[in-house]
Nanobody, 121 residues
Framework: QVQLVESGGGLVQAGGSLRLSCAPS????????MGWYRQAPGKQRDLVAV???????NYGDSVKGRFTISRDNAKNTVHLQMNNLNPEDTAVYYC???????????????WGQGTQVTVSS
């Protein structure tokens, strides 16, 4: 059973920073992309940031210039540095990995359990 272990969420004041991390519990044969999505109460789950195997990063419009996604290929971990946070960033943040677990496997989509980020005004 593949698990994505997330850490780093919490409560922060507006203007503050948090760093999220996500590490798979197993080693994959290959990873296509790693990223973060978020879902606020009553809203759909939206892309925050994603980074592909070649290091290309894409961001949701609302976080551009404030958030930075990075990837440690040796450890298969992904980090999200969040700066200048505001109350609109309050949500549950989910790690997402698109990967092939084994050489004979199809590419699969994995999700973490989510970590709460709360930004107070």
């Amino acid at each position: 059973q593949v698990q994505l272990v997330e850490s780093g969420g919490g409560l922060v004041q507006a203007g503050g920073s948090l760093r999220l991390s996500c590490a798979p519990s197993v080693s994959f044969f290959s990873i296509n992309a790693m990223g973060w999505y978020r879902q606020a109460p009553g809203k759909q789950r939206d892309l925050v940031a994603v980074i592909t195997s070649d290091g290309t990063a894409n961001y949701g419009d609302s976080v551009k210039g404030r958030f930075t996604i990075s990837r440690d290929n040796a450890k298969n971990t992904v980090h999200l540095q969040m700066n200048n946070l505001n109350p609109e960033d309050t949500a549950v943040y989910y790690c997402n990995v698109i990967a092939r677990p084994h050489i004979i496997s199809r590419t699969q989509n994995y999700w973490g359990q989510g970590t709460q980020v709360t930004v107070s005004s």
